[in-house]
């Protein structure tokens, strides 16, 4: 089955107390801010509509509604890469720690100590998000790889099972950037590109162990967010029933808010904490393999962009096509 321990996992979520509350404050704050907000955009959208008739006070709430919950959107879309550089490269960090057997500083806070480790590694959100863009993209790029030597085995309908296949993969792998940004962490060097290269390699060298623990994941996470789900569609009713005008649907969308909250408060943290135990574990002893260095840069132009910036001593800005957003 799968080579983690959940208890482990669980164990190590409570000694990181301070960020998974923090995760929390982010996340369910980001999940109440879209209702309040989408509700007050509907209610002004509603008080301007009573200039008019019935299908236009109609129109302005529901436009009003979707102005609100898109301004929320574009706050938390402008805000992505300190999310990345403050909580989850910072509780990233302190896992790395207490995986190795390490105790936190004396006199210093877990968040004081991550971000001085971030902060030492990466230097500015920037870099650290222009890295995690480009691991993501070489991530896809080998199960793009996996997905094409399925498409070789001889078997009917194989094709339409590739596509299914290949569908849920890119959905396990979805954290498995952050894994790559632990090890980057882990080696204490502070080229964090190279780190991020050397990281990549030993993980295409053992796809098969990683694919199959983070599948496994996958099934845990997304069944409890679907279960966090269908437990918040009553109450995610309820805060629709108090808005104004055409928002019929708001019901669904909200509950899945806050089953994303959830997710990546607490489900996403638990996850990401398993497959470090299982990366780590599997690498050990091990160096990065030429062979899969020289596939990964024929396969991948993020992983040769990845590569020049290694070259170049990580002190060069983000790759044109992964921008941070202005500091």
Wanted: glycine share 12%; aromatic share 12%.
């Amino acid at each position: 089955m799968w080579d983690f321990s959940i208890a482990r996992a669980l164990s190590l979520m409570v000694r990181t107390m301070p960020f998974i509350l923090l995760r929390m404050a982010i996340y369910f704050g980001a999940a109440v801010a879209y209702v309040l907000v989408t509700g007050v955009g509907a209610g002004v959208g509603w008080g301007v509509g009573g200039f008019g008739d019935a299908d236009f006070q109609a129109t302005t709430t529901f436009w009003g509604g979707i102005i609100g919950f898109g301004g929320v959107a574009a706050v938390m879309y402008l805000l992505r890469s300190y999310i990345l550089y403050i909580v989850k490269a910072g509780h990233i960090a302190v896992l790395v720690e207490l995986l190795d057997g390490r105790e936190m500083p004396q006199g210093r806070s877990q968040i004081g100590h991550a971000r001085h480790v971030v902060t030492e590694r990466f230097g500015q959100a920037s870099i650290l998000f222009g890295v995690d863009r480009l691991i993501a993209g070489v991530i896809q790029a080998i199960t793009g790889l996996v997905r094409g030597v399925l498409t070789l085995v001889p078997i009917p309908g194989v094709q339409q099972l590739v596509g299914v296949a290949h569908a849920f993969l890119r959905i396990a792998v979805g954290f498995v950037d952050e894994v790559i940004l632990a090890y980057a962490i882990r080696t204490r060097s502070t080229n964090a590109w190279e780190s991020a290269r050397e990281g990549l390699v030993l993980y295409g060298q053992n796809y098969r162990p990683m694919f199959k623990n983070a599948a496994w994941l996958a099934v845990f996470v997304y069944g409890l967010s679907f279960l966090v789900f269908l437990v918040m569609l009553a109450p995610a009713a309820l805060a629709v029933y108090v808005i104004p005008g055409a928002w019929s649907a708001g019901g669904l969308v909200f509950a899945l808010l806050f089953a994303w909250s959830v997710k990546a408060a607490l489900l996403e943290p638990f996850a990401i904490t398993c497959m470090m135990e299982v990366y780590f574990r599997t690498i050990e002893g091990q160096e990065p393999d030429p062979a899969w260095d020289a596939k990964l840069e024929q396969l991948s132009g993020k992983f040769r962009r990845l590569k020049e910036q290694a070259m170049q001593g990580g002190t060069a800005a983000p790759s044109a096509d992964a921008p941070a957003p202005a500091e």
